[in-house]
């Protein structure tokens, strides 16, 4: 049977991966691509649908993004939101009003025809609306099928060819009716079956990576976070040995880190793994150093020469496999660029690929983070794992401020590991999205018994956030905070005294480097 597939057009909307998840969630593979991609690559027997989604642009700039026209001739439906509806408008011979005043927010919809994509949606409900232009003429062969006060035609459709336009996003929690929507286009519109799920993406996976690695080897950097320990389990399952996992030890890591990573991937994962203890490189090339941005460089690049060396040591390795995920590769590619693009440079250790000269294998590059902890859980990957915070390619390098030396890492290290265990006896780890210790660059005098002591002060950190693009402090019951900074300043020695950080970010960054 063939694979079905959902096809978003990307226009440059923020709503954009809430299409894709929208879609997701009714069990249907999606992929979201640039307006540019060639119509030629696509195989159009597993496509079922495609979605035009919004965007910024007026179909009448310049700059408008605009697709390839022949998909109009493919004879599968398709679904515009907002700029998409407006596009498909111009496109198909319509007429769009150019209009200097946006409409944005809440607004009554009514429904004026129910067939299809307004199957069991109520004729009054409250849709969500932000856009300047309107679709003033339809294309010949629609008809209206909802207005609402501002935009007469709020919603089109040609029932023949299965083309629908709707002036308001569906995609958006604040549409009433937009789930029903998104449902009615993929079910009874695009009649898709729904039978995608992570285990038959397990499957189709497992068989791509043989396809593609045929018997040469695959190595991978181990990191112990979510993205490269499944991509690491998954890569197994499909080639076993062939794949060789690097877990480098850059004495940069949390309290038992290394350990934990052994323990689980080698012994009870049974992976190639391959342990190097580059702490002492990574700390003497590091002495001395107090610039963050310099801290970031200078491990980034001892990074790529332990794994470059080590992997020559392999022998002959063909590919470089890697668990970058869907949101990384739409923003990497964007036309818009997108918020996180700049933010986001420093964060890859990057450099790998182009200098090793290996082909890359990505095969979580079409998920959302939650989706890869469903595939963790699938192939029994222990919840601790799965649910780890993040945690910064540098280490606690970028949590010591000044110098970083292995009595300091040791320091950050038993605070970090009180701090993070009661929050987890607490409860409250997995509510927050990210929590460690800072250790700050000065001293402060505090009572220890009878003597007066002059020790290290520490800053405490957690954060509720989304995706770590904007993020707030996290609200810990004062008798929580005490507990923690109990917990520090009496078994942690060389620290007496505990902040805890009550900024968001912005102004102020995750990390404190
Ligand atoms: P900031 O501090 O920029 O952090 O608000 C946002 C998220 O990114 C992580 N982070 C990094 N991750 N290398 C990484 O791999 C880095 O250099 C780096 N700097 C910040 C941070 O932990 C948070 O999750």
Known sequence: MAREKILIIDFGSQYNQLIARKVRELNVFCEILPPDFPVES??????????????????????????????????????????????????????????????????????????????????????????????????????????????????????????????????????????????????????????????????????????????????LGLSGGVDSSVAAVLINKAIGRRLVCIFVDNGLLRKDEGKAVKELFQKHFKLNLHCIDASKEFLNNLSGVIEPEKKRKIIGRTFI????????????????????????????????????????????VGGLPKKMNLKLIEPLKYLFKDEVRKVGRELDMPPDVLGRHPFPGPGLAVRILGEVTKERCDILREVDDRFISTLKRE??????????????????????????????????RAVTSVDGMTADWARIPYDILGKISNRIINEVKGVNRVAYDISSKPPSTIEWE
Not at 329 to 346: D, M, N, Q, W, Y
């Open 42 to 219: 696509i195989d159009p027997a597993e496509i079922k649908g495609i979605i035009l989604s919004g965007g910024p642009a007026s179909v009448y700039s310049k700059a408008a993004p605009r697709c390839d026209e022949r998909i109009f001739s493919l004879g599968i439906p398709i679904m515009g939101i907002c700029y998409g509806m407006q596009l498909m408008s111009k496109m198909l011979g319509g007429d769009v009003a150019k209009s200097h005043q946006r409409e944005y927010g809440r607004a009554p919809l009514t429904v004026t025809d129910h067939k299809l994509l307004f199957k069991d949606v109520p004729k009054a409900s409250v849709s969500w609306m932000s856009h300047g232009d309107k679709v003033r003429r339809m294309p010949k062969g629609f008809i209206r099928i909802a207005r609402s006060p501002n935009t007469s035609i709020a919603a089109f459709a040609d029932f023949k060819r299965n083309f629908f336009g709707v002036q308001f996003h569906p995609e958006v929690a604040h549409t009433q009716a937009g789930k029903t929507i998104i449902r009615n286009f993929v079910r009874l519109v695009c009649r898709c079956r729904g039978d995608w799920s992570m285990k038959s993406f397990i499957n189709e996976t497992v068989a791509d990576i043989r396809a593609a690695a045929g018997p040469d080897r695959v190595i």
């Open 305 to 348: 020469k332990v794994f470059d060396r080590e992997a020559k040591s392999i022998g002959r390795v063909k590919y470089l496999a890697q668990g970058t995920l869907y949101p990384d590769l739409i923003e990497s590619r964007s036309v818009f660029g997108g918020p996180s693009a700049t933010i986001k440079t420093h964060h890859n």
């Open 427 to 460: 409860n409250l780890y997995d509510k927050i999205w990210q929590a460690f210790a800072v250790l700050l660059p000065v001293k402060s005098v505090g009572v220890m018994g009878d003597e007066r002591t002059y020790e290290n002060v520490v800053a405490i």
